[in-house]
């Protein structure tokens, strides 16, 4: 299990660095799609949450110098 959970994640991290689009459902406040869009900025990550309080807050935070 380990192995194909390791094998996974090296997949994973190869596509993220070529450049695939992501989708996080139930984002909060987008702090996992922030660090992702950092880390991987071939890639496009979008967030998305019912909470819009939580994704006002990130963009004031995002917008604030």
């Known amino acids: ?9 090296h997949a ?9 689009k992501v989708l996080d459902i139930g984002c ?3 702090a996992a799609v922030l660090t992702m869009a950092a880390a991987f900025p071939k890639s496009t990550i979008y ?8 994704l006002d807050y ?5 917008r604030s110098p």
């Open 28 to 30: 909060g406040t987008g």
């Open 47 to 54: 967030g998305v949450d019912i909470d819009t309080e939580a």
């Open 12 to 20: 994973m991290h190869r596509q993220l660095q070529s450049g695939i």
């Open 58 to 62: 990130t963009v004031t935070y995002i």
């Open 1 to 9: 299990v380990c192995d194909f959970i390791e094998k996974g994640f």
